[in-house]
T-cell receptor, first 113, second 116 residues
Framework: GQNIDQPTEMTATEGAIVQINCTYQTSGFNGLFWYQQHAGEAPTFLSYNVLDGLEEKGRFSSFLSRSKGYSYLLLKELQMKDSASYLCAVRDHDNQAGTALIFGKGTTLSVSS | GAVVSQHPSWVICKSGTSVKIECRSLDFQATTMFWYRQFPKQSLMLMATSNEGSKATYEQGVEKDKFLINHASLTLSTLTVTSAHPEDSSFYIC????????????FGEGSWLTVV
């Protein structure tokens, strides 16, 4: 079956670095996505990995290891506004526009001052 | 700006009535769109895949006669919640992938449905 695991909650302080892990077991693999979702709002795209390695985009980086079924999202220089839910999602088929994403349950990150 | 637009953003309806939610791709054609539902503090759960010109594909446990999906054009998919009940109150959100742009999945703004 399809399974995506990530921690339910994490806490951190302003200015710190936090790493949110995601492991997945899916029937196929054609990309892993990270989204940020503030309460009551639609998810916003953060990153996309389809090959192994690290993708860096400003304060956010995402890593993928396909052989381990593992990804992490790294957030640096945390700010209060980073308090949100972070969703790990996998596309399990190579029909890119025609395949829905499978979402993990999300990790609620609370950043305190 | 938004490339997938969803309407209405929120709606309150009486129990037993039907509500229609629209999802539009604004500057691209979407052969396939996806409808998700999200209950408070839970993740997005795929309800159905909307296919232009053909029947939608529903996920296990989702009643196709209750959640009617119509994808009559390449830029519009609609979800109609029929005979709504309070337990249908949720955040409904659509998404579409842009062909040829594998790393971009666009989400609509989402629609809050409250059934009273």
């Amino acid at each position: 079956g399809q399974n995506i695991d990530q921690p339910t909650e994490m806490t951190a302080t302003e200015g710190a670095i936090v790493q949110i892990n995601c492991t997945y077991q899916t029937s196929g693999f054609n990309g892993l996505f990270w989204y940020q979702q503030h309460a009551g709002e639609a998810p916003t795209f953060l990153s996309y990995n389809v090959l192994d390695g690290l993708e860096e985009k400003g304060r956010f980086s995402s890593f993928l290891s396909r052989s381990k079924g593992y990804s992490y999202l790294l957030l640096k220089e945390l700010q209060m506004k980073d308090s949100a839910s972070y969703l790990c999602a996998v596309r399990d088929h190579d029909n890119q526009a025609g395949t829905a994403l499978i979402f993990g349950k999300g990790t609620t990150l609370s950043v305190s001052s | 700006g938004a490339v997938v637009s969803q309407h209405p953003s929120w709606v309150i309806c009486k129990s037993g009535t039907s509500v229609k939610i629209e999802c539009r791709s604004l500057d691209f054609q979407a052969t396939t769109m996806f409808w998700y539902r999200q209950f408070p503090k839970q993740s997005l759960m795929l309800m159905a895949t909307s296919n232009e010109g053909s029947k939608a594909t529903y996920e296990q446990g989702v009643e196709k006669d209750k959640f009617l999906i119509n994808h009559a054009s390449l830029t519009l998919s609609t979800l109609t919640v029929t005979s709504a009940h309070p337990e249908d109150s949720s955040f409904y959100i659509c998404s579409a992938g842009r062909a040829g742009r594998g790393n971009t999945i666009y989400f609509g703004e989402g629609s809050w449905l409250t059934v009273v």
